[in-house]
């Protein structure tokens, strides 16, 4: 049983509803595997950070970091919320382009942005390209002039700060493969060439320390470096910045073992944070930016299975076989990440016994929970992982050529499909068949 479903996802009938449509209901209209946002959840959790902003009274933009996922009905929700976006690929603003999305609400970020992705968004007229590295600037500095047009930029910096959490969810440590590093006065000689470039407007500065973060102290230390920087840039080159990104990361709870504050409470640190060092540092306080993109889809989405075969090792332990895993959720086995499961018809039941949910993939790293406490169960029983929303389906793969699943958006009684399911025919697609060599 999961404290985590409030009593409100359940019906009359005792199933798990998810936006107000009974999660095996789901399961039988799109098929399985599944994945279902509950959209109103979404839009709460962008109205929170939103409200945390309005009663500090200072300018803002929450900017949904759509690798979280992407997908034109998410670009809908969140303009329709009044977010911005950060994208980080051609993929990613083509998607926000289909979705309608207002171009000057778009932040563009990436270490390697190829000059067609910088074509494209200077084409389009994003809001901001966050310069990254040298290279980029070069790049992209060519890319205006042949357009002959400016475009506003930001620079993002690497703090110097190691966030607690998992290694590859790391990126603000001074050993980054992202952003200016401070420390080598990377960052001041960024500042002075894109000062010096008439296309480059430059707004402000950002800085992400990395992924799942529980603690606020990451967060304080780096809102304050990027005010201490502000106001040195302010004092050595007559720079003020516009706006301060402090990126995204705030973490979310996955299993009962987790215990985070909620997000919005991190972004009121934050600003409070932003507020008292400008006002240390005698800068007029810029406009905050932030970058959520785990805490507004994580908790809203969730995967549905249709449990499958099962092994039992005598004496030892079971295996539960769903027909995903590491597919549709790369998490478990890159990150070691926890996720907890109901069953869509039982979601309260007393669990009977302790199984690993196994995924069907050809590897033995494919476990999508090592230790869940169950009632009993069939094959056939569809089985709905929690919290699944961020990074699940955006890193899906079609490893041992499986096609990726179905998204729904559920809202208010009623499910649309958002993404396709892949069919087989979609993994062998090729407009000119290949023709092995005879010779
Ligand atoms: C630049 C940037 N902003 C925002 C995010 C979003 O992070 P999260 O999904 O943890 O909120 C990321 C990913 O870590 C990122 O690299
Ligand atoms: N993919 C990571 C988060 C990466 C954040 C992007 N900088 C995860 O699932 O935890």
Same mark, same amino acid.
Not at 190 to 215: C, D, W, Y
């Given at each position: @049983? #999961?404290?985590?479903?409030?009593?409100?996802?359940?019906?009359?009938? %005792?199933?798990?509803t998810?936006?107000?449509?009974?999660?095996?209901?789901?399961?039988?209209? /799109?098929?399985?595997?599944?994945?279902?946002?509950?959209?109103?959840?979404?839009?709460?959790?962008?109205?929170?950070?939103?409200?945390?902003?309005?009663?500090?009274?200072?300018?803002?933009?929450?900017?949904y970091? #759509?690798?979280?996922?992407?997908?034109?009905?998410?670009? =809908?929700?969140?303009?329709?919320?009044?977010?911005?976006?950060?994208?980080?690929?051609?993929?990613?603003?083509?998607?926000? @382009?289909?979705?309608?999305?207002?171009?000057?609400?778009? #932040?563009?970020?990436?270490?390697?942005?190829?000059?067609?992705?910088?074509?494209?968004?200077?084409? =389009?007229?994003?809001?901001?390209?966050?310069?990254?590295?040298?290279?980029?600037i070069?790049?992209?500095?060519?890319?205006?002039?042949?357009?002959?047009?400016?475009?506003?930029? &930001?620079?993002?910096?690497?703090?110097?700060?190691?966030?607690?959490?998992?290694?590859?969810?790391?990126?603000?440590?001074?050993?980054?493969?992202?952003?200016?590093d401070? *420390?080598?006065?990377?960052?001041?000689?960024?500042?002075?060439?894109?000062?010096k470039n008439?296309?480059?407007?430059?707004?402000?500065?950002?800085?992400?320390?990395?992924? =799942?973060? /529980?603690?606020? *102290?990451?967060? =304080? &230390?780096?809102?304050?470096?990027?005010?201490?920087?502000?106001?040195?840039?302010?004092?050595?080159?007559g720079?003020?910045?516009?706006?301060?990104?402090?990126?995204?990361?705030? %973490?979310?709870?996955?299993?009962?073992?987790?215990?985070?504050?909620?997000?919005?409470?991190?972004?009121?640190?934050?600003?409070?944070?932003?507020?008292?060092?400008a006002?240390?540092?005698?800068?007029?306080?810029?406009?905050?930016?932030?970058?959520?993109?785990?805490?507004?889809?994580?908790?809203?989405?969730?995967?549905?299975?249709?449990?499958?075969?099962?092994?039992?090792?005598? %004496?030892?332990?079971s295996?539960?076989?769903?027909?995903?895993? @590491?597919?549709?959720?790369?998490?478990?086995?890159?990150?070691?990440?926890?996720?907890?499961?109901v069953?869509?018809? !039982?979601? &309260?039941?007393?669990?009977?016994?302790?199984?690993?949910?196994?995924?069907?993939?050809?590897?033995?790293?494919?476990?999508?929970?090592?230790?869940?406490?169950?009632?009993?169960?069939?094959?056939?029983?569809?089985?709905? @992982?929690?919290?699944? %929303?961020?990074?699940?389906?955006?890193?899906?793969?079609?490893?041992?050529? !499986?096609?990726?699943?179905?998204?729904?958006?559920?809202?208010?009684?009623?499910?649309?499909?958002?993404?396709?399911?892949?069919?087989?025919?979609?993994?062998?697609?090729?407009d000119?068949?290949?023709?092995?060599?005879?010779?």
């Amino acid at each position: @049983m #999961s404290e985590q479903l409030s009593i409100n996802q359940q019906n009359a009938a %005792g199933q798990l509803t998810i936006g107000g449509v009974a999660a095996s209901q789901l399961a039988e209209e /799109f098929q399985t595997p599944l994945v279902a946002y509950d959209v109103t959840k979404i839009r709460d959790q962008i109205r929170r950070f939103k409200s945390v902003f309005e009663d500090n009274g200072v300018s803002y933009a929450v900017s949904y970091a #759509s690798k979280a996922f992407a997908a034109i009905a998410m670009y =809908q929700v969140v303009d329709q919320e009044g977010g911005h976006i950060d994208v980080v690929s051609a993929g990613e603003l083509y998607t926000a @382009m289909q979705a309608g999305f207002p171009m000057a609400n778009v #932040s563009f970020h990436g270490n390697n942005k190829s000059r067609e992705e910088l074509e494209l968004a200077v084409a =389009q007229h994003v809001g901001v390209i966050v310069l990254d590295n040298f290279h980029e600037i070069e790049l992209l500095d060519a890319v205006l002039a042949e357009a002959n047009t400016a475009v506003r930029v &930001m620079l993002r910096i690497t703090p110097g700060i190691s966030a607690h959490t998992h290694e590859y969810d790391q990126t603000g440590q001074e050993d980054s493969k992202f952003g200016f590093d401070l *420390n080598s006065g990377q960052a001041a000689r960024a500042l002075q060439t894109v000062l010096k470039n008439p296309r480059m407007n430059m707004i402000g500065i950002h800085a992400h320390i990395g992924s =799942q973060i /529980f603690e606020l *102290n990451g967060f =304080q &230390m780096a809102a304050e470096k990027l005010v201490q920087v502000a106001s040195d840039w302010r004092d050595q080159y007559g720079y003020q910045p516009s706006v301060i990104n402090v990126g995204g990361g705030f %973490g979310i709870r996955y299993t009962q073992a987790d215990d985070p504050i909620a997000p919005e409470a991190f972004v009121d640190a934050i600003i409070k944070t932003i507020k008292q060092s400008a006002s240390d540092h005698g800068l007029d306080l810029p406009a905050i930016w932030i970058e959520p993109g785990r805490s507004i889809v994580g908790p809203a989405g969730y995967n549905l299975y249709t449990i499958g075969s099962r092994k039992d090792v005598p %004496g030892l332990t079971s295996y539960l076989t769903v027909d995903g895993g @590491m597919g549709d959720n790369i998490r478990p086995a890159l990150y070691q990440a926890g996720y907890e499961a109901v069953l869509a018809d !039982n979601p &309260m039941g007393e669990p009977v016994e302790t199984v690993h949910v196994a995924g069907k993939y050809c590897e033995s790293g494919d476990i999508l929970i090592d230790q869940q406490p169950l009632p009993e169960s069939q094959p056939g029983d569809v089985l709905v @992982m929690l919290d699944t %929303g961020a990074y699940g389906y955006s890193m899906a793969s079609n490893y041992n050529r !499986n096609p990726r699943p179905a998204v729904v958006f559920v809202e208010k009684g009623q499910a649309q499909l958002v993404i396709k399911r892949e069919t087989l025919a979609d993994l062998t697609r090729l407009d000119q068949p290949y023709r092995p060599s005879t010779d």
